[in-house]
Nanobody, 125 residues
Framework: QVQLVESGGGLVQPGGSLRLSCAAS????????IGWFRQAPGKERERVSC????????YYADSVKGRFTISRDNAKNTVYLQMNSLKPEDTAVYYC??????????????????WGQGTQVTVSS
């Protein structure tokens, strides 16, 4: 069964850190670019970060640049999102997605083939 499973979400105080994981099963992530998205209640889904399938190119939304770091461990078939200096406005459900339609030099795929079910991140004191 092909699936992506996110984990690592939770409740954290402002200024704190979390590391989200996106583990793939039923397929190999090596050939897929990965995106992290988030959606807060009443807001549109926002693309947060991407990492390419080949050259390690990365993308970050301006809202998280300098605070979040995306990485991948193909041996573990897993992608990570390290989130530091968290703010209340980072509160959302975070999703990872994998796409095989990629362009060389671009971190984000042109479309996504698989999506995870999401993990809740709540930043509150």
């Amino acid at each position: 069964q092909v699936q992506l499973v996110e984990s690592g979400g939770g409740l954290v105080q402002p200024g704190g850190s979390l590391r989200l994981s996106c583990a793939a099963s039923g397929f190999t992530l090596d050939y897929y670019a990965i995106g992290w998205f988030r959606q807060a209640p009443g807001k549109e889904r926002e693309r947060v970060s991407c990492i390419s399938s080949s050259d390690g190119s990365t993308y970050y939304a301006d809202s998280v640049k300098g605070r979040f770091t995306i990485s991948r461990d193909n041996a573990k078939n897993t992608v990570y999102l390290q989130m530091n200096s968290l703010k209340p406005e980072d509160t959302a459900v975070y999703y990872c997605a994998a796409g095989s339609m990629v362009v060389v030099g671009m971190a984000c795929p042109l479309r996504y083939d698989y999506w995870g079910q999401g993990t809740q991140v709540t930043v509150s004191s």
